[in-house]
């Protein structure tokens, strides 16, 4: 069991191929796992104390692959890798479904009013904004400006699309009542995914003008490329606009199909209860499977003939 499910532990690598789609779903369904914020301290401690004998030769006897791979797991998913340091709970990884899914389903209740538009949007994108920096690179300095700069620019996209298709819907004579409140339901998609893709723009702008550090397969820095920054940013904002498709699009749909059923009719109260549910599954498939659409180690090609490698 230990050999074919747990390959030979590699300290601070995955155990799964992350040149395939399937290897990097693997690992970041691993990484999204919210059972890891439940880990007490002392689980931690004993997963650290675990790595750095390993790291210096002195495993005691016993210790199995899988054992290692567990701790890796629980430290990669409470420890930040540049700081060493704790991240706040709501803002790792593992928590980013079960923290953020109230946060969607407040997106998506119906008939939203201004105030209740401009508050779900503002809180989503506040959420967002700790979560990047709570999870930043921090091996080099990044000026506070570009996170505050992301931030204002993604809630005044966000709401500023929303207010702004509201009020178009809202004025369309053509649509029935019953009509504008189902394509309403579909606003904050578009606004969501402008926030985010304006965010990376922001936050990395200047990554474009200084280019990034490229290295050569064994890890070695050659250089900094313009070419390689403008890939990984399109990556970046590729990911980004995919995230809010599915967990803003497939509860809303579901939710329609619903509403024309005898149970939700005969059974209001159950609306909110079932969105909330859509929203989790829907939050919780597509969080992995949007990070896992780009290698975190891609390729580019130089003028002579060799291939390096950079990071998105």
């Given amino acids: 069991m230990d050999k074919t ?13 992350q040149s395939t789609f399937l290897g990097r779903l693997r690992h970041f369904l691993d990484v999204t796992d919210p059972r890891t914020l439940f880990v007490s301290e002392k689980q931690l401690q004993d997963s650290i104390k675990l ?21 890796q797991k629980i430290k990669q998913a409470i420890i930040h890798p540049d700081t060493n340091e704790k991240i706040f709970m709501p803002f790792r990884m ?29 809180l989503n994108q506040s959420h967002n904004a700790c979560v990047n920096y709570a999870n930043r690179n921090a091996s080099k300095p990044t000026p506070t400006s570009e996170f505050v700069a992301g931030y204002f620019a993604a809630i005044t996209s966000a709401i500023t699309i929303a207010l702004g298709l509201t009020a178009v ?22 606004a969501v995914a402008s926030a985010s893709v304006c965010n990376v723009l922001f936050m990395r702008r200047n990554e474009l003008s200084r280019g990034i550090e ?11 490329s313009k070419i ?14 995919f995230l809010p498709a ?13 509403e024309k059923t005898r149970f939700l009719k005969a059974n209001p109260r159950f609306h909110l209860p079932l969105n909330a549910i859509f929203c989790t599954i829907s939050f919780g498939l597509a969080l992995p499977l949007a990070i896992s659409l780009f290698p975190q180690m891609s390729s580019v090609r130089i003028a002579f003939p060799t291939c390096i490698s950079i990071g998105p």
Avoid: H
């Fill in 214 to 224: 490229v290295v050569d397969k064994d890890g070695n820095t050659v250089g900094t």
């Fill in 94 to 122: 593992s928590g980013f479904v079960p923290f953020g899914t109230p946060i969607v389903v407040g997106l998506l209740l119906p008939n939203p009013s201004m105030k209740s538009i401009i508050f779900w949007q503002w």
């Fill in 228 to 241: 390689a920054a403008k890939k990984a940013l399109v990556e970046m904002a590729c990911t980004r606009a």
């Fill in 169 to 190: 819907i809202k004025r369309a004579d053509r649509f029935s009542p019953a009509t504008r409140n189902a394509i309403q339901r579909f606003v904050p998609f578009p």
């Fill in 246 to 258: 599915p967990i803003l699009l497939l509860p809303t749909i579901a939710m329609q199909l619903m």
């Fill in 51 to 71: 790595l750095n004998e390993y790291k210096i030769g002195k495993l005691p006897d016993g210790v199995t692959n899988e054992q290692l791979w567990k701790a």
């Fill in 5 to 17: 499910a747990y390959p030979p532990f590699t300290l601070g690598k995955s155990r799964f191929d």
